[in-house]
């Protein structure tokens, strides 16, 4: 018995995994009734690497920025210098599982970032990048 136990995680993955899954279409249908067409995860990463200005730092940013470009990676914030843990579902579980969290990091980071508010269609473009990875 003990030697199956090293299967006990990887379901639990697995189903955390699948709830982010569910979480992240009901989102994006929910962005596709605001406007959205469709999500694309190639746009998403596109915006991801964007730079735009951030006053106040006074320089370029973008999501990468403080989330790395590689997804599977843990980020620092550039003001803060916080641990961001990994943004991919696939290495971290609980990403993508709570869609009051995912609206509330839209909320602050895309101000941060890009200075306004995201539309429907850049939300579900970054679901569909960040759930791809």
């Not at 982010?20 to 989102?27: G, I, K, T």
């Not at 596109?46 to 940013?61: I, R, T, Y």
Request: charged share 20%; proline share 5%; with cysteine.
């Amino acid at each position: 018995m003990k030697k199956y136990l090293w299967i006990i995680p990887m379901l639990l993955q697995a189903g955390a995994v699948h709830a982010s899954e569910a979480v992240v279409q009901a989102q994006i249908v929910g962005y596709e009734q605001q406007g959205a067409s469709g999500a694309d995860a190639a746009r998403g990463q596109a915006s991801w690497n964007e730079q735009h200005m951030q006053p106040d730092l006074g320089k370029m940013v973008s999501c990468a920025s403080c989330h790395s470009t590689d997804l599977t990676q843990a980020g620092e914030h550039m003001r803060t210098a916080k641990r961001i843990e990994p943004m991919a579902p696939s290495v971290n579980p609980e990403r993508l599982t709570d869609p009051a969290k995912i609206e509330k990091w839209f909320g602050r980071n895309c101000e941060w970032t890009i200075g306004r508010d995201c539309t429907a269609q850049e939300k579900a473009d970054f679901l569909a990048f960040i759930q791809s990875k």
